[in-house]
């Protein structure tokens, strides 16, 4: 299957609170997968990204969990601000089909200052 | 290096029109994927070209193409324009060599408003 599920589809956190974005796939030849933050009137750049040997990836704030058995990855933001609201996607790279990247459906993030 | 560029940023255009969308890549990338982005909705894949063949193609009908030039520059055409086709166009450029040099980096994008 390739899809990449996203979830929530938008989320509202205090100013200083953890924000959690979570995704779940299940095709096993992804073996990638990066996350990206666009701003209103921006395309996507690429915020952090881990491969599957690994569990977790941190840089500053934001790091990434990652759970091979259960075919999932998440995004948290730690002390989050007011300048971290954007939209948030997730994507994972698939070896099936020439290293295509398969992208989540997005999440809105909204922090509240 | 001079980031992923789209050109025009900004277009309007009637139903039924055709309109042709321009990305040049970051230099030395080989790989440009075009995307369609509507409110509320993710990034919906229309294709990647790759040494100007294409790779990839999602789910989009004949009405979308695309092509890719010698030096990298993709072009991007739809034809008899639909109100539902107005969206934002992205461009992302990678190096695109296999395993490596996947990270996409994207253009600000066009606006196509139909109208």
């Known amino acids: 299957q390739q899809q990449v599920k996203q979830s929530p589809q938008s989320l509202i956190v205090q100013k200083g609170g953890i924000s959690i974005i979570n995704c779940a796939y299940e095709?096993?030849?992804?073996?990638?997968f990066p996350w990206y933050q666009q701003f209103p009137g921006k395309g996507p750049a690429l915020l952090i990204a881990?491969?599957?040997d690994v569990s977790e990836k941190k840089e500053g704030r934001f790091t990434i969990s990652f759970n091979k058995s259960a075919k999932q990855f998440s995004l948290h933001i730690m002390d989050s601000q007011p300048g971290d609201s954007a939209t948030y996607f997730c994507a994972a790279r698939s070896r099936d089909s020439n290293y295509q990247l398969i992208w989540g459906a997005g999440t809105k993030l909204i922090i509240k200052p | 290096k001079a980031g992923v560029t789209q050109t025009p940023r900004y277009l309007i255009k009637t139903r039924g029109q055709q309109v042709t969308l321009s990305c040049s890549p970051i230099s030395g990338h080989r790989s440009v994927s075009w995307y369609q982005q509507t409110p509320g909705q993710g990034l919906q894949f229309l294709f990647e070209y790759f040494s100007e063949t294409q790779r990839n193609k999602g789910n989009f009908p004949g009405r979308f193409s695309g092509r890719q030039f010698s030096n990298s520059r993709s072009e991007m055409n739809v034809s008899t324009l639909e109100l539902g086709d107005s969206a934002l166009y992205l461009c992302?450029?990678?190096f695109g060599q296999g395993a490596q040099g996947t990270e996409a980096f994207f253009g600000q994008g066009t606006r196509l408003t139909v109208v």
């Open positions: 881990i491969r599957p």
């Open positions: 992302a450029s990678s």
């Open positions: 095709n096993t030849a992804f073996d990638y």
